[in-house]
């Protein structure tokens, strides 16, 4: 049996309104729990932010929506619908690909659409290699979701389920790269559904093949935009959670918990002391642990994900062959991996994700002008440049990047740009975020599943954490999930898994799901 927070639970405070926190107001709402909500901020949202500078409105964090079944599940919890509140846009393509060669692929969620894409682009033998890939991609997620992502971990041996046999026998703990390979020679076509370990924070040489689970959220699931941005979605949940009954007290900084014994009794903002009978805690893993007093024991430290510099910029201009998400590859490949996770270097060849928001919704900017969020992956704090010295690097690597981007055919985008905001991960690490990375510890296989650092903290019998540092992990989904995990241990009631999508090879979503 799954532990719980024992005794009295009726009144919990969340701390924190990010996609973890705003969904583990919901669930706990939809269990008849009485909800606090304190964020130190003015809006909710967490890295799911918003910026608003000379007419544009900026998305600080994700740029677009996978899985939206579960933020349905979280709006289910207290009788609403994601659709309701929350007009999304599937995208088509989901991706678009630029290779250094001068080719280039749109990705599709669609299978035909893709597999005509795939033949166009490598021949034949490729589009047969990615109906294959398509349908593992697909045994994965039905052999994962339920037994290994949605769900609290006590101990490895809840690993002994006939799912673990299942995942073993589809290759899941093999190498992601050989997985891929398996059924794709193509090695751009292998980037394409192999880049999504960046977001794990392992290379695909080394990544488990079972995170091929984020292609399929990625390639198959479907991929939307919300109307509004990314924000609409935190926006919505925090308007869905007030109309259920919860208080949300916003610019409430947490300076510290009250407890007695093992049991925190209060929580304590600069503004007020908060009496509760449980708490959550969604700030990134060593703010959590300070404020619960230390960090647990663990074996082996940390590893954390490379981080990012991402430039907002706003210009008077745009591309034709930006698509919302475009892919930017470098020549390099390994390479640039080795450089982002073991010898600590900036991009010597960089792969960058562009997203031209304003594709789907050109409401996010001025009338006539453009919205492009420029992703450049970089070293962690850790292994790369430290905090500090991002004060002078910022400005030089802004210019690398976008020299680097005219470079490749986006000509004068340097001087089309009207108004930008920089974020390196000197800003991160200011926001309290480990190794000055926001995708948090990596899921190296130490530190995944049972085995990454737990939502209950021992020695603390009723504080739950959540978030991207937690179980089950990194990415809107999985921070999603980890809202709906923490209030399971303290309601004990585990709500409906997520539905494990049962389609045939051809089948894909194609509108705005219910």
């Known amino acids: 049996m799954t532990r719980t927070v024992p005794g009295r639970t009726d009144h919990v405070v969340v701390v924190g309104a990010g996609l973890s926190g705003l969904a583990a107001t919901l669930h706990l709402l939809g269990a008849g729990r009485r909800v606090t909500l304190v964020e130190r901020d003015a809006l909710p949202g967490g890295r799911a932010g918003r910026l608003e500078r000379g007419g544009y409105r900026i998305d600080t964090g994700p740029t677009v929506l996978t899985m939206p079944e579960i933020a349905d599940e979280a709006f289910a919890a207290v009788g609403g619908t994601l659709r309701d509140r929350v007009d999304l846009i599937p995208l088509h393509p989901a ?4 290779f250094a060669d001068g080719s280039s692929i749109d990705v599709h969620t669609d299978a035909d659409a893709m597999e005509a894409e795939v033949e166009r682009f490598a021949g034949a033998e490729e589009a047969a290699g990615y109906r294959r890939l398509r349908g593992w991609l697909e045994r994965l997620y039905r052999a994962q979701m339920g037994r290994f992502i949605d769900t609290n971990f006590d101990s490895p041996f809840q690993l002994l389920t006939p799912d673990l046999a299942r995942l073993a026998a589809l290759g899941g703990f093999g190498r992601l790269d050989a997985g891929i390979g398996r059924h794709l020679r193509d090695e751009r076509l292998r980037r394409v559904f192999s880049f999504q370990a960046l977001y794990a924070g392992v290379p695909p040489a080394r990544a488990l093949a079972a995170y091929a689970v984020i292609a399929y959220m990625d390639t198959v699931a479907g991929v939307y935009f919300p109307r509004g941005g990314m924000h609409a979605l935190p926006r919505a949940m925090a308007d869905a959670a007030a109309e259920a009954g919860a208080d949300l007290r916003f610019g409430r900084d947490v300076v510290r918990l009250e407890r007695s014994g093992d049991r925190v009794t209060a929580v304590v903002t600069a503004h007020e002391r908060i009496p509760c009978d449980a708490v959550v805690l969604t700030p990134d893993l060593p703010v959590a642990y300070a404020l619960l007093g230390r960090p647990p024991r663990r074996p082996l430290r940390i590893r954390h994900a490379p981080s990012a510099v991402v430039l907002h910029a706003g210009t008077d201009r745009t591309w034709p062959e930006l698509a919302h998400h475009t892919l930017s590859f470098g020549t390099a490949w390994r390479r640039t991996f080795d450089e982002l996770t073991r010898t600590g270097t900036l991009m010597s060849d960089p792969s960058l994700l562009i997203t031209r928001p304003t594709a789907t919704d050109p409401t996010l900017a001025p009338p006539g002008h ?18 500090a010295a991002w004060g002078d690097l910022a400005p030089r690597y802004r210019d690398s990047v976008l020299r680097e981007l005219e470079r490749r055919g986006f000509d004068g985008l340097a001087d089309a740009v009207d108004e930008q905001a920089l974020v390196t991960p000197a800003d991160w690490h200011a926001q309290g975020h480990a190794a000055g990375t926001p995708f948090s510890a990596a899921h190296t296989f130490a530190q995944t599943g049972p085995f990454r650092p737990r939502n209950l903290v021992r020695g603390t019998a009723n504080a739950v954490l959540a978030g ?47």
Do not use: F, M, Q
């Not at 991706?95 to 630029?98: F, G, K, M, N, T």
């Not at 179980?471 to 409906?496: D, E, F, M, Q």
């Open 370 to 387: 453009h919205l492009h969020y420029i992703l450049a992956p970089c070293p962690n704090t850790d292994i790369g440049p430290d905090a």
């Open 95 to 98: 991706y678009r690909a630029l």
């Open 468 to 514: 991207c540092g937690t179980t089950p992990g990194v990415g809107v989904p999985t921070v999603l999930l980890s809202g709906k995990l923490a209030a399971a241990r303290i309601t004990g009631r585990h709500a409906t898994p997520v539905p494990r999508r049962r389609r045939t090879a051809s089948a894909a979503p194609e509108g705005t799901p219910s």
